[in-house]
């Protein structure tokens, strides 16, 4: 069968068989499996990161990364603040789109208020991802990927260009 991508119209048509009704019925099992800790062992490993210690705050904006990103920030040694990570989809603090500087804001300010070295921010599903500096100001997406694509540079220092 494979699996594939689901998406426009694809995800119309599924609302219109729920608000229809036109379900098809069948038989089947469900296999409940606990794959946070699968994700943890096999992500930790791969990352290459050479930094020091940092204090990170993580805005979830409600969605799902924060049931992901704090505990791995964790893992790999930084302290973590969190900031809007309980997952609920009315985003009852601010829309999850890292890439609107109005909902940079309240992660700006919580960096600059525990002093920390940078705030991260992730869209709804967490596919997507914004940060700040150590002063609250919001880093723009080409600074950012300029820096992710380096793979060893020092983020505490270097996401504003070393200001």
């Not at 500087?101 to 914004?130: H, Q, S």
């Not at 940060?131 to 270097?158: M, T, Y």
């Amino acid at each position: 069968m494979g699996a594939r991508n689901l998406y426009g119209d694809g995800i119309q048509e599924i609302l219109r068989l729920i608000q229809t009704g036109e379900l098809t019925t069948g038989v089947g099992e469900i296999d409940c499996i606990e794959s946070v800790e699968d994700y943890y062992s096999d992500i930790v490993p791969k990352l290459r990161i050479k930094t020091h210690p940092l204090k990170i705050v993580v805005d979830a904006g409600n969605g799902t990364g924060g049931i992901f990103a704090p505990k791995l920030f964790r893992t790999l040694g930084h302290t973590v603040i969190e900031l809007f990570c309980e997952p609920d989809g009315s985003y009852p603090n601010h829309q999850p789109d890292p890439q609107v500087p109005e909902n940079l804001r309240a992660l700006g300010d919580k960096v600059r208020e525990v002093g920390a070295d940078l705030g991260i921010a992730f869209d709804g599903d967490a596919d997507r991802m914004g940060a700040v500096d150590e002063q609250g100001n919001g880093i723009a997406a080409d600074r950012l990927l300029a820096l992710l694509a380096r793979g060893h540079a020092d983020p505490a220092s270097r996401l504003n260009g070393g200001r």
